[in-house]
């Protein structure tokens, strides 16, 4: 009996013992099956909190001491954080796997603000395309499919949609790029004059949008409550999943319209004042396993930049032209881009006025 109770009193020093990581995230963007062969491999403890919006967690590293080890930073906001001394410099010595990342992807780090690859990982990237139901379109505007931006922004298709239901993420880094870009404007512009257009067009489409939310779209749009959305990559696929998973007869389906789109990077990156550095830094090395970031894209449904992860990538998913995009359409995309704090605020007060219909 006592050395039962001598064994279990071992165990459990042992793992309280465990070196913590502390991990700040978007929700169910790294599987649990991934995390948990980390702890057990490593003998550590992942703590996983979560944010909803790139801003919030861009806020909550700009306060400073954030007790975050690792943090996943978009294009959106790497080049500002970096600029606001918010991110620790990654010892790139230890990330024996890094040479499994596409060196395009690498410089797409340095044009977005990691001038040289010193402070941010690529992890997954993705685009923001329409995603829709076949049968409910089809019944609603006589389309067969939906394969331009003008099948969303403009009034006469989304009074024909309004029946069956339109939804946006609700986000500024998001949409907004796409707003102007269909306007022809600059994606990323400065001018506030620009984003009073934007304000102004979207005031004709307000009223037939049903709700702005960057999560209730998924299930919605597997279940038939919306008929057509504009979302993530990814997002989208584990929408086409759950309704093809359910057999619940609606036909999802995901396309980058033909203009082209906004292609975005998210990317591994260390806070300021990280506790546990060296440990941030062995699970950046571990995810760049080629066998590690191929269940991530299985399981998640977005894109990967590691080379040698391509051929364990599920062949839905690469297959795809609307995640592993074509080459022949690589050049319709703009990447999402960093832009000052000033016209930040401009964007968000425009993104407001829109969402608020004043």
């Given amino acids: ?128 395309i329409i995603g829709y139901n076949q049968a409910q379109v089809k019944a609603a505007t006589g389309k067969d499919a939906l394969t331009s931006w003008d099948d969303i922004f403009s009034v006469e298709s989304m009074k024909a949609l309004e029946q069956c239901g339109v939804a946006m993420m609700d986000s500024p880094t998001e949409i907004m790029p796409l707003i102007l870009f269909h306007l022809g404007l600059d994606p990323y512009s400065t001018k506030a004059a620009d984003y009073k257009k934007a304000e102004e067009f979207m005031a004709e489409l307000r009223p037939y949008i049903r709700y702005f939310n960057s999560s209730q779209f998924v299930e919605d749009l597997a279940n038939g409550e919306i008929c057509a959305v504009i979302g993530w990559s990814g997002s989208l696929f584990i929408a086409q999943s759950i309704a093809k998973g359910t057999n619940n007869g609606n036909d999802i389906r995901m396309v980058m319209p033909e203009e082209g789109t906004m292609v975005w990077f998210d990317n591994m990156a260390i806070p300021k004042g990280a506790p546990h550095k060296e440990l941030a830094e062995k699970f950046i090395n571990f995810i760049l396993r080629p066998e590690v970031i191929a269940i991530a894209s299985n399981s998640i449904g977005y894109a990967n930049p590691n080379s040698k992860a391509t051929p364990l990538v599920n062949k839905e998913i690469k297959s795809n032209p609307a995640m592993y995009i074509p080459e022949e359409d690589m050049k319709k995309l703009f990447a999402q881009e960093s832009l000052s704090l000033r016209t930040e605020k401009i964007r968000t007060r425009a993104w407001t006025n829109i969402k608020t219909n004043r």
């Fill in 1 to 128: 009996m006592k050395a039962l109770l001598f064994a279990a009193a071992l165990t459990a020093s042992t793992a309280s013992m465990a070196e913590e990581l502390r991990i700040f995230n978007w929700l169910e963007y790294i599987p649990d099956e991934v995390i948990q062969q980390f702890e057990e491999e490593y003998d550590a403890k992942v703590i996983y909190d979560t944010y909803d919006a790139a801003e919030k967690m861009e806020t909550q590293m700009l306060t400073g001491a954030s007790g975050y080890d690792l943090v996943f930073p978009g294009s959106s906001n790497l080049g500002r954080l970096i600029d606001s001394g918010a991110l620790e410099k990654v010892d790139t010595s230890k990330l024996t796997n890094i040479g499994n990342i596409e060196p395009e992807f690498m410089q797409i780090l340095r044009d977005i603000g990691d001038k040289d690859n010193q402070y941010a990982v690529p992890y997954l990237w993705g685009t923001n």
